[in-house]
């Protein structure tokens, strides 16, 4: 099993100290790609549970997104421990202060942290015209679920192919456009309640899309305000729930033109498009060609 004491080297002297826990495998890598701008790309694992220590020097905002599993964290020594699970965000600030991270027995945990230094983030926010909650130092806090789109751009980060100066202009450029979507849009905080609420009403949408669901239907058996439940459904997925009703129908008729012998009209009037014209109109916008010549391409 790899140490992860040896796998994150900030300047080559620099590393977390693995205070317990011998059977742990991972990586933790961290690239800066502006003056004051980096981030890290942790991927752990532990056979038993195991707690690691890393001092992290200036005065740093730290932006965590779990993108799988759960852990433990703190920062500062008299600090209680924070659980960070997956599909969250997380914001701490920190100066001069000691991170500890817990890794929980048997679990597996992925996660992106940006750091700005308080002049980064200050110049962040004076050109943008933003602001970002600022907490206690080293007050854990977590900010919102995930949305598609985070997780899109959490890829971005971590896998980009480009190399050299191009690279890191291209992942601060998206590091920005991350923090500024994430924790710095006039959104709202999505809890976890609302979120499980907001993907059974999707996933009750996927289950029969045809039905012709109103707003009204919708946020009743949610439990909501229809306004509430607008607002809670674009910040978990991204889109208003007419679009995501509008998509789910389009990938049902997708399904027919491939699988039957229906004619668009039947196809459209099967999915719940009130005329066939309407429903040619939205298929060709969502998939780039009309019905027809979609399935003369099969």
Not at 75 to 96: I, N
Not at 259 to 287: L, P, R, V
Request: proline share 2%.
């Amino acid at each position: 099993m790899l140490n992860l004491a040896n796998e994150y080297s900030l300047d080559n002297s620099r590393k977390w100290l693995l205070l317990n826990g011998a059977d742990t495998s991972g990586k933790i890598l961290r690239s800066t790609v502006a003056e004051g701008v980096s981030y890290t790309h942790s991927t752990a694992f532990a056979s038993s549970s195991a707690e690691s220590v890393f001092e992290e020097e200036g005065s740093i905002a730290n932006f965590v997104f779990i993108l799988e599993g759960a852990f433990g964290l703190k920062a500062g020594r008299t600090s209680r421990w924070k659980e960070l699970s997956g599909g969250s965000s997380y914001l701490f600030y920190t100066k001069d202060s000691e991170i500890h991270r817990k890794l929980y027995s048997g679990c597996k945990a992925e996660a992106v942290i940006i750091k700005l230094s308080e002049t980064a983030l200050d110049g962040l926010l004076n050109d943008t015209g933003k602001s970002v909650k600022k907490s206690d130092p080293n007050n854990i806090e977590q900010f919102k679920c995930f949305s598609p789109y985070t997780k899109y751009m959490c890829s971005k980060i971590i896998s980009s192919g480009y190399r050299g100066l191009t690279g890191k202009t291209m992942i601060h450029a998206w590091i920005l456009e991350l923090l500024m979507e994430t924790f710095m849009a006039d959104g709202i905080t999505v809890n976890s309640k609302d979120k499980r609420t907001a993907e059974e009403i999707a996933a009750f949408i996927k289950a029969t899309p045809e039905t012709g669901y109103s707003l009204h239907e919708l946020a009743k058996s949610a439990g909501m305000s229809h306004t509430k439940l607008c607002r809670i459904f674009k910040e978990v997925f991204g889109i208003s729930v007419f679009t995501f009703i509008r998509k789910e129908k389009l990938n049902l008729a997708e399904k027919y033109l491939t699988d039957t012998d229906m004619n668009i009209t039947e196809i459209a009037y099967s999915t719940g498009f009130s005329s066939s014209s309407h429903f040619c109109a939205c298929f060709c916008k969502e998939k780039g060609v009309p019905p027809r010549e979609y399935r003369k391409k099969l």
